[in-house]
């Protein structure tokens, strides 16, 4: 596949074009300092410097791919943010502009308690300890799902729980519309390949996909 992927210089961006590389994809990195990837990285990928909040700088990355990713995400910890959400917004409109249609959103489960959670994670982790911790970057994630639902865009939001380090170990869980029973953790290496999955796969369009390790 032909695919531009957003946040390619962070936790999950990096091992994310590094999967698809090493697949044999065709990847377009948007980034606003390449020196943040690696090198061996910068040699095989097309590496495009611009503001990710201006879609008219990153409508040239987006156009003629068969699948845009974004695992942009804040970095600001507590503090209030609109990284997300500003974003995704700026990334749907530089798609429309160009006529592609694929995107695929990373979220993240925390700020969806609901069926799959257990009971202690469903009634109190979720809606009593996350949601007021992490109360700014969980109203992020859920403006900038709200935008992806309403792009028209043939879209696929993916919501890791806990991401780890590491090689991973090659396998993922994945529920539909519903969270992971149990997903209390993925390595990122391992969710790099969930969101390539999904993004080759026309089934999980207009879906919400949950993945665990």
Known sequence: MKLTIFGATGGTGVPTVRRALDAGH???????????????????????????????AIEAAVKGRDAVLTAVG????????????DSTRSIVEAMTSAGTERFVLVSASGPHPGPGDDPLTRFVVKPLVLARLLRHAFADML????????SGLGWT??????????????RYRKAVDRNVL???SIARADLAAALLDQAADPSSIGHVVSVSG
């Open 26 to 56: 065709e990847v377009t990195a948007v980034v606003r300092d390449p020196a943040r990837l690696p090198s061996d990285l910068r040699a095989c990928a097309e590496v495009v410097q611009a503001d990710i909040m201006d879609p008219a």
């Open 74 to 85: 804040t970095r600001e910890g507590r503090a209030p943010t609109t990284v997300c959400a």
């Open 143 to 150: 403006a900038a799902e709200d935008i992806t639902r309403r």
């Open 157 to 170: 939001i993916v919501r890791p729980p806990r991401l780890t380090g590491g090689p991973g170990n090659g």
């Open 182 to 184: 149990g997903g209390a």
